[in-house]
């Protein structure tokens, strides 16, 4: 079992920068790929950055080139740098973990399957 714990969230203004955390508890040495997805109000959750064991890196093309996701395997924590934060950034953002590969997950709208989620952590402008 694997639990998955976010932090980082806030308010900021436009052109601000966040870090978010994921902190990850349980047994993990089967997972492959770890994420970030959002959602924002009466919007579908889309999947937003991506990092596989190998440490390859994919993203939303929304979010290229000013989010970095990042991992630190001996603090077992994700992180989500959000750099140049724009008001569509606000949502609610989530990590989650699963067993299999990250094909297509930072591009994802809507659902995709993932085998642990967080509870969530929030952003605002």
Do not use: H
């Not at 949502?91 to 930072?106: E, I, K, P, Q």
């Amino acid at each position: 079992q694997v639990q998955l714990v976010e932090s980082g969230g806030g308010s900021v203004q436009s052109g601000g920068s966040l870090r978010l955390s994921c902190a990850v508890f349980g047994v993990t040495y089967s997972i492959y790929c770890m994420g970030w997805f959002r959602q924002a109000q009466g919007k579908e959750r889309e999947g937003v950055a991506a990092i596989d064991s190998d440490g390859s890196t994919s993203y939303a093309d929304s979010v290229q080139g000013r989010f970095t996701i990042s991992q630190d395997n001996a603090k077992n924590t994700l992180y989500l740098q959000m750099n140049s934060l724009k008001p569509e950034d606000t949502a609610m953002y989530y990590c989650a973990a699963t067993y299999d590969y990250c094909s297509g997950l930072a591009n994802s709208f809507g659902y995709y399957p993932v085998d642990y989620w967080g509870k969530g952590t929030l952003v605002t402008e």
